[in-house]
C-alpha cells in the first residue's frame, strides 16, 4: 500500500503551485486576465502580477487586447505565446505496428498514424524509422515539441531507463527515455506503463472519484494497476499489477506452470481455436458466445471462470471501491465484465461478501493516449514552475 505524503509547504514550492495553477487557468481560457487569475486561483493581484511578469519576461506568456466587442477600452487577456507548442505521444505496445499522435498545446490532435512495421528489420531499426517519420512531420507544424509520452506494454525501470522485454524481445538493451531524449532533444520525456496510463483516465474520469481503483485489462496481453487515493500502486520493483504472469496452474512440474496471460488473453483463445481445428475470427466466436452457441460457449467460458476466479482473488488483496475492466477488443471486455458481475451476485451470500462496483472502462485507445497529453503537459508547466529565475511576493 502507498504512504500518503504530507508536503512541507515553502516559499518556493507556494509559488510553484501558484506557477502551475496559473498556466493551467491560462490553457483553459484564452480570454483570462490578471483579476480573473487572482480570483480563480484565491491569490492576491500583487502576486499574479510577479509571476505573470516572469512568465512575459520568460516569453511563455503574451499579453494582447481582448478580441470581445464592447465599447470603451479593452481590457488585456492573458495567452500562451504562440510558439507553443506540441506533445508527441507514441505507442510501441504492439510487436506489428506503432502509432503516433501529435496534439498542440491546448489538446486538438493535429496528426495521428498509424504504421505498420516492415519484416526483415529489428524492433530497433523500425522504431529508429518511425521516429524519423515523427520528426518529418513535425516540421510542417509551426510550435516547438515540449514533451512526448511513449507507451510501453510492460513495467518500466526509470533507475535503469530499461522497459520489461517479455513481449518485445528487442527492448531487452533499449534505454527507452535516453533513446527520445537524443532523438527530439528534449528531457520532457515520459515513459508510461500502457495499463497505468489506461488506469490514470479511468481513476481520473470517474465522478465523484472511487477510493481506490483495480483496472484489468485483458486483450493480446493481460495486465492491472490499482490506484489508492490517488496515488498509483506500483511495487518495489514498479512490477506491481503484472496480473498476467500469475499462475493460474501448477500440474507437478515447473515446466507445466501456466501463466494467466497464456490462458485468457485474446492470442490465448485463438490458439484454443486453432487447437480445436476451428478457423474462425475471434469476432465471430464473441458474437456466437452471445448467441448460445455451444461449442463457442464450451471454448469461452472456462477463459471467463478463469477470469472470474482471479478477479475475485485479488479482490481480497487490494479491496477497491470499483473494478475497471477493459481490452483492445471493446466486446471481449464487455463479455468479461458481464461474466463477473453474475459471479459476483453468487457470491454475495459469503459470510462476508466483497461489495464493489464493476464497470466497463469508458476510454478508448487514443483517449487513454489523450489522458498521457495533459500529463506530459503538466509535466512541461512544472518545469517553467520550477525554472523561473525570481520568488516573488506571496
Known sequence: MTIEKKQILTVKNIRNINIENMMQSVLRNKDINRSMLAKENSISLMTVKHIVDDLLESKILIEKDSDGVGVGRKPK???????????????????????????????????????????????????????????????????????????????????????????????????????????????????????????????????????????????????????????????????????GKMLVSMKGGSSSNEILEDVVSVSAVKQILKKHGMEMRFSELLERYREGDRQAVQILDPVLNTVDRVLYNLLWVYNPSRVVIDSCKEEYSSIITEHFQKFMEKMKNDAIPIHVQITEAQHKEYQTMKGSFYMVRSAWIEEIAEGLRSVGDQ
Do not use: W
Open 77 to 243: 487577456v492573458l495567452e500562451i505565446a504562440p510558439h507553443y507548442g506540441n506533445i508527441v505521444c507514441l505507442n510501441l505496445t504492439s510487436k506489428d505496428e506503432i502509432s503516433f499522435l501529435v496534439y498542440d498545446i491546448y489538446g486538438k490532435l493535429l496528426e495521428e498514424q498509424s504504421i505498420t512495421l516492415e519484416e526483415g528489420r529489428t524492433y530497433k531499426e523500425a522504431l529508429e524509422a518511425v521516429v524519423n517519420k515523427v520528426k518529418k512531420k513535425l516540421e510542417s507544424i509551426s510550435t516547438v515539441t515540449v514533451g512526448i509520452a511513449v507507451f510501453v506494454p510492460s513495467a518500466y525501470d526509470a533507475n535503469l531507463d530499461l522497459v520489461n522485454y517479455d513481449l518485445i524481445p528487442d527492448f531487452k538493451e533499449l534505454h527507452m527515455k535516453l533513446f527520445f531524449e537524443q532523438k527530439f532533444e528534449i528531457k520532457n520525456i515520459l515513459i508510461l506503463h500502457d495499463v497505468f496510463a489506461a488506469a490514470r483516465a479511468e481513476y481520473d474520469s470517474s465522478f465523484p472519484k472511487e477510493e481506490s481503483q483495480f483496472y484489468f485489462y485483458c486483450g493480446y496481453g493481460v495486465g492491472g494497476f490499482f490506484i489508492h487515493k490517488d496515488e498509483p500502486v506500483t511495487g518495489a520493483e514498479n512490477m506491481a499489477g503484472e496480473v
